[in-house]
Nanobody
């Protein structure tokens, strides 16, 4: 059974930092592209950052220079370091694992940034 379990969300003030973690079980982690998505109220889910199984990370323009995605294949865990948070970063953040045709989602973790 595949599980992606996110942690690290919370309530912070603008300018502060948070680190999200996503621990995966039931998959060959190193073979998957790992990503972080977010969904704000009334908006579509959007890609925040992705880290292919081979290759370099990629970021949404809105988070470049502030967020960093990393992965530890030995721990089957992907991280999202979020610095200089803004109120517009408020959303539910979801972990994603993709290796065609398989696509898995975590349950999401709330990030709220107050101004």
């Amino acid at each position: 059974q595949v599980q992606l379990v996110e942690s690290g969300g919370g309530l912070v003030q603008a300018g502060e930092s948070l680190r999200l973690s996503c621990a995966a079980t039931g998959i060959i982690f190193s073979a998957y592209t790992m990503g972080w998505y977010r969904q704000a109220p009334g908006k579509q889910r959007e890609l925040v950052a992705g880290f292919p199984s081979r290759g370099s990370p990629n970021y949404a323009d809105s988070v470049k220079g502030r967020f960093t995605i990393s992965r530890d294949n030995a721990k089957s865990t992907v991280y999202l370091q979020m610095n200089s948070l803004k109120p517009e970063d408020t959303a539910v953040y979801y972990c994603n694992a993709y290796s065609w045709p398989r696509n898995y989602w975590g349950q999401g973790t709330q990030v709220t940034v107050s101004s």
